[in-house]
């Protein structure tokens, strides 16, 4: 059981250019979450899905756009890249309905905008 | 005000010692209080997490939430160096999508 896995586990990219942070989970997780990570700093949630087809915005969401055509994956994208999205990126999932279910975090995606 | 507050650290003890963790919160909706322990370059893992007001206890570790005064507690007895790691607090808000509000976290550091 894979749990939430992210891909790439480290990038470097230019100015301007576009990027996608994939994440899947293959636990039938309904609920999933963007966050980001900046030393000092707690996770902010960017986005957040309730199921295939619904999004909705977080608490910093600017520069970046989220899809989830299926249940399993939720990618993030960047379209500019600026230096203030250099930071540490986590997706998480939980099965919502269930009780009260903690959120399962992947493992990050480190992200440096040069 | 910010959501949550954590001290941020760093926290350094010796090996055996008790260690305490706080947090305070402004949102007094929050019900559910989630501990996340986070190892260099990994994910946050729950560590435990507790209802409303009140202790819970698992194994060496026993949280506390004091609702009246909005205060989170993380208690680590006979801390072992393998409990070397970043502690976040993180109410949750049981309305919406079940969001979590961390802290900062607080680092650990205990010295064999």
């Known amino acids: 059981n894979a749990g939430v896995t992210q891909t790439p586990k480290f990038r470097i990219l230019k100015i301007g250019q576009s990027m996608t942070l994939q994440c899947t989970q293959d636990?039938?997780?309904?609920?999933m979450y963007w966050y980001r990570q900046d030393p000092g700093m707690g996770l902010k949630l960017i986005y957040y899905?309730?199921?295939?087809?619904?999004?909705d915005k977080g608490e910093v969401p600017n520069g970046y756009n989220v899809s989830r055509s299926t249940t399993e994956d939720f990618p993030l994208r960047l379209e500019l890249a600026a230096p203030s999205q250099t930071s540490v990126y986590f997706c998480?999932?939980?099965?919502?309905?269930?009780?009260?279910?903690?959120?399962?975090f992947g493992d990050g995606t480190r992200l440096s905008i040069l | 005000q910010k959501e949550v507050e954590q001290d941020p650290g760093p926290l350094s003890v010796p090996e055996g010692a008790i260690v305490s963790l706080n947090c305070t919160y402004s949102?007094?909706?929050?019900?559910?209080f989630m501990w996340y322990r986070q190892y260099s370059r990994k994910g946050p893992e729950l560590l435990m997490y507790?209802?409303?007001?009140g202790n819970k206890e698992d194994g060496r570790f026993t949280a506390q939430v004091d609702k009246s005064s909005k205060y989170i507690s993380l208690f680590i007895r006979d801390s072992q160096p393998s409990d070397s790691a970043t502690y976040l607090c993180?109410?949750?808000?049981?309305?919406?999508?079940?969001?979590?509000?961390f802290g900062t976290g607080t680092r650990l550091t205990v010295i064999p």
């Open positions: 998480a999932s939980i099965r919502r309905g269930e009780g009260n279910q903690p959120q399962h």
């Open positions: 636990m039938n997780h309904n609920y």
């Open positions: 899905s309730v199921g295939a087809g619904i999004t």
């Open positions: 949102n007094s909706a929050f019900q559910y």
């Open positions: 507790t209802y409303s007001s």
């Open positions: 993180a109410p949750q808000d049981q309305t919406g999508a079940n969001n979590l509000f």
